[in-house]
């Protein structure tokens, strides 16, 4: 499977702009304007040979987008984001006309073939075998979807050819061996993703399995029986182009982990706690405190959630729970443009509003789309940043408001769309002509205008 159009068109881009050359205006630098530097300074010759490259507007906003595309992308899932960051570094130093004259399109056509085809590889076949906790199969095979319950018998581990394992890996394998599984047959270029791909394909099949189970109405099925979930074992083998045994879960992979609170981890709690504190001994009070504890639920809720859709869900509540207000009917927007100014009001780099926008759509698509498996692991580690940074930015706010401190969400609002600082942001939001970034400079100037 080659790289998807989408991504495709983000290299592209990025491509077109760095052979036109930066702009040679772009707004007054702003807290957050982004300036990015794309040579490693771990591995600069000392030479001159690799000196720094700089991207500032739009040729850095492009560099992001096409890494983020290149991150989500299936055909280049084998590779970090490290290699990923360092092959884009190099298409871009490639076509800078400042380095090596401007290429021609021809030339540019030939380097963004080379670069796809040095980074995509053939997919692998994969079946992962998952226990299954709480049920008893009796022999019978289900199959739903891409995956098939069944008991993993003695025949079976000889088809996987368990016996041609050594040491503790053998030991391991054997566990499953007469435990009811959930088998998924999936494809992918990184036995990880694979591996996290058949497992939401699996968890998915569980539900399907409890909702099919309970609408059997002859005879009622209690709740308690329904409460079957993914076991501590997992095998993992490739069936193509080769066929070997990889990898076992051997211990708990979806039961908790104890935590063990050693002195580093304790002190960066009590540094997180301090900057809480507010929240604690009577400095905020009111329904600004109670908005902003139910955003710490929100985003503690998150944390335990297996599905990355629910978290999702769960860090855009959060966000919600102290940038908008029932009356805000365009959330996405609201959150997108609080974000940034509560940043500018605290002399702080903001998130690109375009980029908070497009999180904030993910819950839209998963709550009221037809969509399975959207959010991705990337998505939900910004969420959860952005929500963290939220969270203490409006706390230190708070704290500098002296005599007039937020009582309710409206006065932290009220302070965050003062008129000249939403004036100032919309020369910046102006600048840009993605949808995005016009829906929220849309809701801007509404704003601006009352």
Known sequence: MPASQQTRSKVENLANAINEGPETEHPVPYPGWVILKTSNPFVDPGDGSSE?????????????????????????EHLT????????DALVRDLD????????????????GQFFSDLVVPPSQFEVAFSVENINLNSESLTIGKVVFKEFTQELAQEWEFEKANGLFRKQIFEIVGLPVGIVSVEGRSVQKAAQRAQDSFDRALNTLRASVGSFTRTRTWDRELQQRRGQYR??????PNTRLISTGGGPISNPIELVLMPRLVNSM????????????????????????RSIDWIGTSITREYRDHQVVDLCTALEAVLTTMDDRRKGEAIALRSMLLSVALDQPFTDPQEVYSLYELRSRVVHGADLGVGAESDYIKLRSLAERVLLGVLELHGTQGEGP?????NLIRCLEQPQRLENVLAWLDHWQDEPTRAVARFARERLGK
């Open 52 to 76: 720094g490259l700089f991207l500032v507007g739009k040729q850095a906003r492009l560099y992001q987008e096409a890494l983020q595309a290149l991150e989500n992308d299936e055909a280049v």
């Open 81 to 88: 984001r490290a290699t990923l960051d360092e092959a884009l």
């Open 97 to 112: 006309p400042t380095r090596s004259g401007k290429p021609g399109r021809s030339a540019i056509r030939q380097r963004l």
């Open 235 to 240: 095998v993992i083998r490739e069936t193509s």
């Open 270 to 293: 009590n540094e997180f706690m301090g900057k809480l504190a507010p929240l604690y001994d009577g400095r905020v009070q009111g329904r600004f405190r109670d908005a902003l504890l």
């Open 406 to 410: 937020f009582h309710r969400p409206t």
